[in-house]
């Protein structure tokens, strides 16, 4: 027995592939420039954190960094696997991003803790804004939006509680 199997661009045998609209893609393009913009501003935020609690915050901000990476890699690979070209150049991030920009120089713990949570919950506004859109489209796409929420909204709790006090 022979199998047949199909890409985006045409059908084989009688097996159709699904094909991501158009809406969906882009929706995943402004997911992919957020992660990559908060990616860049935590391993920034990670060089320049001053204070007490330094080192724990230097540690938790690597675990952000690396949780960001990969979550916009996995948006990327989804959208290469949905036949898109996914946009990762810096000039596409600096214009697209919803991440408010990061503040140049040495920063306080408490300054860092509130630019990087601000910085994660952006991202998941953007997730958030894009579920229901994603989720008609692609349901599949949309686990993967889920996953990333729970990530960054743990990783923001993590962080805040660095200075948080009762």
């Known amino acids: 027995m022979t199998t047949s199997i199909s890409t985006n ?3 084989v045998g009688e097996v159709t592939s699904f094909h991501a609209p158009a809406g969906l893609l882009d929706n995943l393009q402004k997911v ?3 992660l990559i913009e908060l990616h860049l501003q935590a391993k920034q935020a990670h060089w320049n954190v001053v204070g007490t609690n ?3 915050l230097h540690l938790q901000l690597d675990n952000l960094v ?3 990476r990969e979550a916009s890699d996995t948006i990327a690979e989804r959208m290469r696997a949905l036949d898109a070209v996914p946009d990762g150049r810096s000039d596409t991030v600096v214009a697209s991003t919803t991440v408010p920009a990061a503040a140049p120089g040495l920063l306080s ?3 860092t803790v509130d630019s990087i949570t601000i ?3 952006a991202v998941v506004g953007t997730l958030r804004a894009v579920h229901d859109d994603v989720d008609d489209a692609d349901p599949t796409s949309a686990d993967l939006l889920h996953s990333i929420i729970d ?3 743990k990783e923001a709790w993590l962080i805040r509680a660095e200075t948080e006090t009762v």
């Open 66 to 68: 690396d949780i960001a």
């Open 32 to 34: 992919l420039v957020d």
């Open 119 to 121: 910085g994660i919950y």
């Open 109 to 111: 713990v408490t300054e």
């Open 54 to 56: 330094f080192r724990d």
């Open 9 to 11: 661009r045409r059908n």
């Open 151 to 153: 990530d960054l909204e």
